[in-house]
C-alpha cells in the first residue's frame, strides 16, 4: 500500500525545485535501481513488486525501508508512462568539491545542454569510455532530473559530475597541462589532428554551440567532418553523438 501523500512527494520529484527542498532524488526502471541500489547511494525507500523483490535479495537489503506495492500501484506512483517493477526514493548527496587535479585521460565540459535525454546518453558515453570527470555549467540540464537518470541507464553511479562555470575549470586544466579542445563546425577534422591522451572537451549547446565567452579560452577547435553524398544532407548531427564519436576518436588514438 503506497499513501496518496508519499505519491504526491514522488511526482513533486520531477522538478528540481523540490529535489532540492525535500534532498531527495527519484530513480525509476529495474536496471537503474540495481544500480542505485549497489552504489553508494543512499536509497531511502524502495518500491517494488514482489518478482522485483525475491528476484534481487541481495541488492534491496541495501535500501532503507522496502516496501512491496503491485503492479498498479507502482504505476500510480511512476512518472514514466510504461513503468517497470520498482522505483526508488534516493539521498541527494551533498554538492561535491571540483578535484585539486585532472590525473586521469579525458575530462568533458558541457556548456549548456538542455535536453534531459542528451545529458544521459553523455553520461553513459563518459562511462563507457572511461570517463570519470564531467563538468556541466550551472545552465546545463540538472543530473537528478528523472530523464536524465533514465537516459543514463545507471551510468550516473559511477560518473562524477560537477556543476560549475567555466573559469575553474579552465584553471583546472592549465594546472595539470591539459590542454582545451572543443567543438565547432569549422573546427580542425577529428580524423586528420593529433588529439592526445589527455585533453579537456567541451561540448555546446545543441542549438547555440560553445558560448562565445567560453570560445575565447578554446585555441584547439574541432570538428567532425560531413561526409554527406549530397548537398543537401544533414545540417548538424545530435550533440549526444557528436559526443560520442570525438569521445570514440580521442580513445582511439590514445589506444592505437
Same mark, same amino acid.
Given at each position: 500500500? +503506497?499513501?496518496?501523500?508519499?505519491?504526491? !512527494?514522488?511526482?513533486?520529484?520531477?522538478i528540481?525545485?523540490? &529535489?532540492?527542498?525535500?534532498?531527495?532524488?527519484?530513480v525509476?526502471?529495474?536496471?537503474?535501481?540495481?544500480?542505485? $541500489?549497489?552504489?553508494?547511494?543512499?536509497?531511502?525507500? $524502495?518500491?517494488?513488486?514482489?518478482?522485483?523483490?525475491?528476484? %534481487?535479495?541481495?541488492?534491496v537489503?541495501?535500501? #532503507? $525501508?522496502? +516496501?512491496?506495492?503491485?503492479? #498498479?500501484?507502482i504505476?500510480? *506512483?511512476s512518472?514514466?508512462q510504461n513503468?517497470?517493477?520498482?522505483?526508488?526514493?534516493?539521498?541527494?548527496?551533498?554538492?561535491?568539491?571540483?578535484?585539486n587535479?585532472l590525473? &586521469?585521460?579525458?575530462s $568533458?565540459?558541457?556548456? =549548456?545542454?538542455?535536453?534531459?535525454?542528451?545529458?544521459?546518453?553523455?553520461?553513459? +558515453?563518459?562511462?563507457? /569510455?572511461?570517463?570519470?570527470?564531467? /563538468?556541466?555549467?550551472?545552465?546545463?540540464s540538472?543530473?537528478y532530473?528523472?530523464k536524465?537518470?533514465?537516459?543514463?541507464? =545507471?551510468?550516473?553511479?559511477?560518473?562524477?559530475?560537477?556543476?560549475?562555470?567555466?573559469?575553474?575549470?579552465? @584553471?583546472? *586544466?592549465?594546472?595539470?597541462?591539459?590542454?582545451?579542445?572543443?567543438?565547432?563546425?569549422? @573546427?580542425?577534422?577529428?580524423y586528420? #589532428? %593529433? !588529439?592526445?591522451?589527455?585533453?579537456?572537451?567541451v561540448? @555546446?549547446?545543441?542549438g547555440? =554551440?560553445?558560448s562565445?565567452?567560453?570560445?575565447?579560452?578554446?585555441?584547439?577547435?574541432?570538428?567532425?567532418?560531413?561526409?554527406?553524398?549530397?548537398?543537401? @544532407?544533414a545540417?548538424?548531427?545530435?550533440?549526444?553523438? *557528436?559526443?560520442?564519436?570525438?569521445?570514440? #576518436? /580521442?580513445? &582511439?588514438?590514445s589506444?592505437?
Open positions: 500500500m +503506497i499513501s496518496k501523500s508519499t505519491i504526491k !512527494l514522488i511526482k513533486s520529484l520531477a528540481k525545485k523540490y &529535489r532540492i527542498k525535500e534532498k531527495l532524488f527519484l525509476e526502471g529495474d536496471k537503474n535501481v540495481l544500480e542505485v $541500489l549497489r552504489s553508494k547511494y543512499i536509497v531511502k525507500q $524502495l518500491f517494488a513488486t514482489d518478482t522485483f523483490l525475491s528476484g %534481487n535479495r541481495g541488492s537489503i541495501n535500501a #532503507e $525501508l522496502i +516496501i512491496e506495492l503491485t503492479t #498498479e500501484e504505476k500510480k *506512483a512518472l514514466q513503468p517497470q517493477n520498482c522505483l526508488a526514493i534516493c539521498k541527494l548527496p551533498s554538492t561535491p568539491r571540483l578535484p587535479k590525473e &586521469r585521460n579525458l $568533458l565540459y558541457l556548456d =549548456g545542454i538542455q535536453d534531459p535525454g542528451n545529458l544521459g546518453t553523455i553520461i553513459r +558515453i563518459c562511462d563507457w /569510455f572511461g570517463i570519470d570527470h564531467l /563538468f556541466c555549467s550551472p545552465e546545463t540538472d543530473l532530473n528523472p536524465v537518470l533514465q537516459a543514463s541507464m =545507471g551510468s550516473f553511479c559511477r560518473v562524477k559530475v560537477w556543476y560549475t562555470a567555466f573559469e575553474p575549470v579552465a @584553471g583546472l *586544466a592549465k594546472n595539470s597541462n591539459i590542454p582545451v579542445y572543443g567543438t565547432f563546425l569549422k @573546427g580542425r577534422n577529428i586528420t #589532428e %593529433n !588529439l592526445p591522451g589527455k585533453a579537456m572537451l561540448v @555546446g549547446n545543441e547555440n =554551440g560553445i562565445a565567452t567560453i570560445e575565447k579560452s578554446i585555441k584547439n577547435k574541432i570538428t567532425i567532418p560531413n561526409l554527406a553524398l549530397s548537398n543537401i @544532407g545540417e548538424s548531427l545530435n550533440v549526444s553523438v *557528436a559526443t560520442g564519436i570525438i569521445c570514440a #576518436e /580521442f580513445k &582511439r588514438q589506444l592505437f
